[in-house]
C-alpha cells in the first residue's frame, strides 16, 4: 500500500510505501536484544532521486531490498560517493530523537562539493529521517547504551564510462539497530601505528566522508588485526597524527588539558567536536593543532601526556590504552589514563539518551 505524504514547505510528496511481509515482532525483539554493529536492517529505507535537468525528486519510503544498478553506473567505475552516520535514541518516555543532524546535514554537504555530487538541502536530509523512523519505530532499541544507527548515502548512478560527474544521483537512508562497536564494551584499545600507508594527503579527500578514504584504511586495518589491534592510527606526510581508520583521537596532559590534531585532511568529527565543546564547558583547556608522532611518545614517557582516547559516532568514546608500531609502543594504562574518556562518554551518552539535560540544544526529535 503506497501513501502520499507532503514534505512540508518544499512542494515534494512523499510516497511511502510498507513492506508487506516486516520481520516478525519476536525475531525483531530477538535482534533488539542483542544487536552487535551493522548487522541486521530495518523493514524499510528512504530513496530520492536528482537529476540535472530536474534537481531533488521522487522522495519515498519503500521496503529494504536490493538496489537495481547498471554496470556502467559512475559510481562503480569512479567511486563518486559519500554517506553520512548518525544514531536515534528512544528516550525512557518511549521518545525517538537524533543527535546534532543538522551538522550530519552540513558535512554531507561539504563532502558533496569535494566529489563534485550535488548537495541534499537540510531540510531533505532531516524530514528523510523522519519518514523512515516514522515507519520503523519499533527498530528503535530501548535497552542502555543502545541505538538505531542511520546511514544516509548518495551515489552517482547514470551509466557512462567518461570521467566527468555524473548526471543522475541516488539518495538513501538504511537503518541499523545498533549495540557496542566493539566487542566486549567499553574498554581500553589497542592500536596500531601504520608507518607504510596514509589515509589521505593534503589537498586529498580526506576530509570529506567518501567510501574511497575508507577502502584505504582497509589494509592497514587488516594488519593492524593480525598485530592482536582493534584500530589502525595513520600520520600525515609530516609524522604529524591524522585519525584512525574510523574515529578521531583526543589526547590528555597531565594538567587536564586536552590536545587534538588539526589538519586539512581529516574528517571533521561531529562526536570530537561535542567533546571539545563538553570539555570547555568544564573549564578544560582544549588544543587542536598539529601533532607530531614524538610528541605523544615523549609527552607520554615523561608523564606529561597520560592518556588518550578515540571518539566518533559508531563507538562513541572508547579509551586507548597501546599504541604499537614499528619501534613504538606507547602504554596508557591505570584509572588516570581513562578517567577523562570515561567521564565525556557519561555526559555525551547522558545526553543523547535523554539522561543528561541537553544545555546546547544538540537534539532533535524524530516522531511526533
Not at 59 to 88: M, N, S, T, W
Request: with cysteine; net charge negative.
Amino acid at each position: 500500500m503506497t501513501i502520499q505524504l507532503p514534505v512540508a514547505d518544499q512542494g515534494l510528496t512523499w510516497a511511502v510505501t510498507r513492506n508487506e511481509y516486516p520481520l516478525p515482532a519476536a525475531d525483531r525483539e530477538a535482534i533488539l536484544a542483542d544487536p552487535g554493529f551493522g548487522k541486521f536492517f530495518t523493514d524499510h529505507m528512504v530513496d530520492i532521486c536528482w537529476s540535472k535537468g530536474g534537481g531533488w525528486h521522487r522522495p519515498r519510503v519503500q521496503p529494504y531490498g536490493p538496489i537495481q544498478l547498471d554496470p556502467a553506473a559512475a559510481v562503480l567505475h569512479y567511486a563518486q560517493e559519500i554517506f553520512e552516520g548518525l544514531k536515534a535514541y528512544r528516550h525512557a518516555d518511549g521518545s525517538i530523537w537524533t543527535f546534532r543532524p543538522e551538522a550530519n546535514a552540513a558535512r554531507m554537504q561539504r563532502s558533496a562539493r569535494r566529489v563534485a555530487l550535488p548537495e541534499l538541502p537540510t531540510e531533505y536530509f532531516l524530514d528523510a529521517l523522519r519518514q523512515l523512523v516514522a515507519v520503523d519505530a519499533a527498530w528503535v532499541p530501548s535497552t542502555p547504551e543502545t541505538s538505531l544507527y542511520l546511514r544516509p548515502y548518495m551515489y552517482a548512478k547514470e551509466a557512462f564510462l567518461g570521467v566527468r560527474p555524473a548526471d543522475k544521483i541516488a539518495f538513501y537512508v538504511i537503518a541499523s539497530p545498533a549495540g557496542a562497536y566493539f566487542t566486549g564494551g567499553v574498554a581500553p584499545v589497542r592500536i596500531w601505528l601504520s608507518s607504510r600507508y596514509a589515509r589521505a594527503a593534503r589537498g586529498g579527500t580526506g576530509a570529506a566522508k567518501t567510501g574511497g578514504n575508507y577502502a584505504a584504511s582497509l589494509l592497514p586495518q587488516a594488519e593492524a588485526y593480525q598485530q592482536g589491534c582493534q584500530q589502525v592510527l595513520f600520520l600525515d606526510d609530516q609524522g604529524n597524527l591524522e585519525e584512525l581508520g574510523g574515529m578521531n583521537i583526543v589526547l590528555v596532559r597531565k594538567d587536564g588539558s586536552i590536545l587534538t590534531p588539526d589538519s586539512d585532511s581529516i574528517l571533521e568529527g561531529i562526536t570530537r567536536d561535542s567533546v571539545l565543546r563538553l570539555a570547555t564547558d568544564r573549564g578544560i583547556t582544549v588544543e587542536q593543532r598539529p601533532i607530531s608522532l614524538a610528541e605523544w611518545r615523549d609527552g607520554a614517557a615523561s608523564g606529561d601526556i597520560v592518556g588518550a582516547f578515540a571518539c566518533g559516532t559508531a563507538a562513541v568514546i572508547v579509551p586507548i590504552g597501546t599504541l604499537l608500531g614499528d619501534g613504538v609502543e606507547i602504554v596508557h594504562d591505570g584509572p588516570a589514563s581513562q578517567e577523562l574518556a570515561m567521564s565525556l562518554r557519561e555526559e555525551l551518552t547522558g545526553i543523547q539518551h535523554g539522561r543528561v539535560e541537553d544545555r546546547h540544544g544538540w537534539l532533535t526529535r524524530l516522531d511526533g
